[in-house]
């Protein structure tokens, strides 16, 4: 193809859930225009379909799978009776065949084609460099919180908090819009402003912010006089460079011991993972191994530069600790003596993508290889079980699905919805005395403590509202208190022995 290019070899993250329910409108779209992709993707079976009214059936004759599409091409573009309703009508239809071919659920989640906005979007998550405000939020149906709040970030310095829910952007209600929609809202040009009403503890608050480039996807800080943390959220371009500043400066005021988070590091690019994994073990040691089809294996190894002040690592890794994650995390397993895994079981991913763009900006991601750790294991849907196994409290993993209006929950009902609330209430050191749905009068009473606490209604029910200032607290309380971080208080408890 003479208007690809290579771009960077990249261990694909994991399929998010938004990035699963955008897997689904994908197939939806398939099926909605199924004639277009026949060609194409050898798993669809072509069958006629008489109506009322058709007369006859013609035979196209295609001696050549090219002529094959070109004919469907020119039908589906010139007698289609919707085509009428696209201003491109063949760009649209040769972008879902594009989407039909790469597109195997059953053998490989990670190959795709990715339209021209899908690849900027896509980069951005890896690099995590965009101009915004600095901040990582959950969707949770109806409205949107802040989960992270990035340090130095325009956000930061503006005063948000992790548990704010957005309410408005630039006075637009952003209430039950998607994550993608809120996100084009709050990004925009460098040093222009933005104003966004918050909802914190039941009140409105509204904070302008100036937008600036965002470029962090690590952060590190010292504990105490001796052991350090690195969390490092994705392996972007530019995250080698910002660990080896951490840890430079770190290692200034005394590092010998450090805390690695992985957890929620979805992956990254392999150059990137590779130069990081510089700074803990020796030159020439052996990091990873791919395995490619033909069954030829290239072997990754480290260039040197080791910070050798660093006498032990505690690595944190979660569900979501996946692909680069994963090598990094089995790299300093199997060649350090000195390194303790915690946490509970990673997600398992062990295959490597390229990615290929096309001169209109679109490219196309597939799988080229499996990885295997330096001892040859490959961890492809088994996940990395931990050294020490530490699983986050009930009330942080519970499903918070989102309330309608409508929705009311009061004494002697049974919901899954109550059971969150009551997990959370306990967390939040609220005395609850039953966490398995059903709602009693001890929770009738406690809802209404909080309720007064938050100057919400004091109704004694769970509505929406006290729901989501429920999530809200819960997600502010998390956030901001690491006492509560019981796999990170784990991770100090080991260093500190």
């Not at 190894?301 to 890794?317: D, M, P, Q, Y």
């Amino acid at each position: 193809m003479n208007d690809e290019k290579n771009i960077r070899v990249k261990l694909e993250r994991h399929l998010w859930p938004d990035e699963i329910e955008q897997l689904e409108k994908q197939k939806q779209k398939k099926l909605k225009i199924i004639a277009i992709v026949l060609g194409l993707v050898v798993t669809f079976v072509f069958g006629i379909l008489v109506g009322i009214g058709q007369s006859r059936t013609d035979i196209i004759s295609n001696d050549e799978k090219t002529s094959k599409l070109s004919s469907m091409l020119n039908i589906m573009s010139n007698e289609w009776f919707f085509a009428s309703e696209y201003d491109d009508v063949e760009g649209y239809l040769l972008d879902r065949a594009y989407y039909g071919m790469t597109s195997n659920p059953d053998v490989d989640l990670h190959t795709t084609y990715m339209s021209k906005e899908e690849v900027e979007s896509f980069t951005q998550s890896i690099n995590m460099h965009f101009v915004g405000i600095g901040v990582q939020f959950y969707n949770s149906g109806e409205y949107s919180v802040v989960k992270k709040v990035f340090k130095n970030s325009p956000a930061d310095k503006a005063g948000v908090v992790a548990g704010d829910i957005f309410n408005k952007v630039d006075g637009k209600d952003v209430k039950k819009i998607t994550s993608d929609e809120l996100a084009k809202l709050v990004k925009g040009e460098s040093g222009s402003a933005v104003e966004i009403e918050f909802i914190r503890q039941n009140t409105p608050i509204t904070i302008n912010i100036i937008r600036q480039e965002i470029n962090a996807t690590s952060y590190g800080e010292m504990i105490n006089d001796k052991t350090g943390y690195i969390e490092i959220y994705q392996f972007g371009e530019t995250t080698a460079s910002e660990v080896k500043d951490y840890l430079t400066t770190m290692s200034e005021k005394g590092l010998e011991k450090l805390v690695i988070d992985l957890r929620d590091n979805g992956g990254g690019y392999l150059d990137t993972l590779v130069n990081l994994l510089n700074y803990f073990l020796p030159k020439d040691t052996l990091v990873m191994q791919q395995e490619y089809s033909d069954g030829k294996i290239e072997f990754s190894k480290t260039s040197g530069g080791n910070f050798e002040n660093i006498k032990e690592i505690v690595v944190l890794i979660n569900e979501n600790s996946a692909s680069a994650s994963e090598v990094m995390t089995l790299a300093l397993k199997e060649q350090r003596s000195d390194v303790t895994i915690v946490g509970v079981k990673s997600y398992g991913k062990g295959t490597v993508q390229v990615t290929k763009s096309f001169s209109d900006g679109s490219a196309i991601k597939y799988t080229t290889s499996k990885w295997l750790s330096p001892n040859g294991v490959w961890i492809n849907k088994k996940g990395i079980e931990p050294d020490i196994e530490v699983k986050k409290p009930d009330a942080i993993s519970a499903n918070y699905s989102s309330m309608t209006d409508e929705e009311v929950y009061v004494e002697d009902t049974v919901s899954e919805k109550v059971k969150s609330a009551q997990l959370a209430l306990d967390f939040l050191g609220y005395g609850v005395d039953r966490k398995d749905g059903y709602f009693n009068s001890n929770f009738k009473d406690v809802l209404m403590q909080f309720q007064k606490d938050f100057l919400l209604n004091v109704s004694g029910s769970l509505d929406s509202n006290t729901y989501k200032t429920i999530y809200s607290a819960l997600a502010k309380e998390w956030s901001l208190n690491k006492q509560n971080d019981v796999q990170y208080q784990k991770a100090l408890e080991i260093l500190n022995d």
